[in-house]
């Protein structure tokens, strides 16, 4: 069985400030790992995979995520948080099996001036 | 590249009525997913087809809903009788296909259902 766990619900940022999404999974084998985006009424768009290359993967929008085995985690950072990144943040695993995305519940970020 | 199209975007209904949403795939993706979303939760899969046929299906609750892919294209998710806990952001999303679930993945905007 796999699970994503993700720590906070909320996150509020300033303007120019880091922003730290954290994504902890449980797996019994390296899977697959995304982050994913939601804008208000519209869908998911992907900000970034994993899939067993580089463990240091760079998105789009400036975020970047790094895999960590030993910690089973694949934490979302950006240096500078941006108004438009104002929304709502998903960490999603899949272990290859066609496409079955098991996604966490989500961290809404709000960016304060 | 047109994207993943469902209709409609939002939909209103009574408990115990029934409702129906649709989803056209970006062309060539051979793989569809239905997945529900409840307000403060991640999407959840209900179903998955392969062309028409279904891969996985396993957290869809067949009582109610139901949901067709006919001739590998066009999908239609069905839910009757609806329920107060259905109330939720019904997603559709297509892919190539293939054991490794990057290949186009791409997520529609939606259908938002709100039953009263």
């Known amino acids: 069985a796999q699970s994503v766990t993700q720590l906070g619900s909320h996150v509020s940022v300033s303007e120019g400030a880091l922003v730290l999404l954290r994504c902890n999974y449980s797996?019994?084998?390296?899977?697959?790992l995304f982050w994913y985006v939601q804008y208000p009424n519209q869908g998911l768009q992907l900000l970034l995979k994993?899939?067993?290359?580089?463990?240091l993967v760079k998105g789009i929008n400036g975020f970047e995520a790094e895999f960590k085995k030993s910690e089973t985690s694949f934490h979302l950072t950006k240096p500078s948080a941006h108004m438009s990144d104002a929304a709502e943040y998903f960490c999603?695993?899949?272990?290859?099996?066609?496409?079955?995305?098991?996604f966490g519940a989500g961290t809404q970020v709000v960016v304060t001036p | 590249e047109a994207g993943v199209a469902q209709s409609p975007r939002y939909k209103i209904i009574e408990k115990r009525q029934s409702v129906a949403f649709w989803c056209n795939p970006i062309?060539?993706?051979?793989?569809l997913y239905w997945y529900q979303q409840i307000l403060g939760q991640g999407p959840k899969l209900l179903i998955q087809?392969?062309?028409?046929?279904?891969?996985?299906d396993s957290q869809l609750p067949k009582d109610r809903f139901s949901a067709e892919r006919l001739k590998g294209v066009d999908s239609t998710l069905k839910i009757q009788p609806a329920k107060l806990e259905d109330s939720a952001v019904y997603l559709c999303?297509?892919?190539?296909?293939?054991?490794?679930?990057?290949?186009?993945?791409?997520f529609g905007s939606g259908t938002r259902l709100t039953v009263v």
């Open positions: 999303a297509s892919s190539l296909g293939g054991p490794a679930p990057d290949y186009g993945y791409t």
């Open positions: 797996s019994s084998v390296p899977p697959y």
């Open positions: 994993y899939t067993s290359a580089a463990t």
């Open positions: 999603a695993v899949s272990k290859g099996s066609w496409g079955k995305l098991q």
């Open positions: 062309s060539g993706h051979a793989t």
């Open positions: 087809f392969q062309n028409n046929g279904v891969v996985d």
